[in-house]
Nanobody
């Protein structure tokens, strides 16, 4: 099983920056993908950014050019710049990995990001 610990959310003014961190632990053999999703009130959860084991990245259209996903071993970071009020949401870390028990798709508890106008 993969355990995830997220940190870095908070309140920031529009135009500001935040960095989210998610550390994965457990009996991990290999990580396939690490990603960040977000869910705003009344909306569906959406992909923000994803990074593969080979370092390939994918971004949601609304964050391209402003957010950067990176990975260091079993930690995934999301650098968020030029934040907008519409970026306000709960951000969730997601890790897809092979463990001793097989393939695991783990989710973090979520961290609130609030951008004031």
């Amino acid at each position: 099983q993969v355990q995830l610990v997220e940190s870095g959310g908070g309140l920031v003014q529009a135009g500001g920056s935040l960095r989210l961190s998610c550390a994965a632990s457990g009996s991990i053999f290999s990580i396939n993908t690490m990603a960040w999703y977000r869910q705003a009130p009344g909306k569906q959860r959406e992909l923000v950014a994803l990074i593969t084991s080979g370092g390939r990245t994918t971004y949601g259209d609304s964050v391209k050019g402003r957010f950067t996903i990176s990975r260091a071993k079993n930690t995934v970071l999301l650098q968020m710049n030029s934040l907008k009020p519409e970026d306000t949401a709960v951000y969730y870390c997601n890790v897809n990995a092979y463990t001793m028990a097989g393939l695991d798709d783990a989710w973090g508890q979520g961290t609130q990001v609030t951008v004031s106008s």
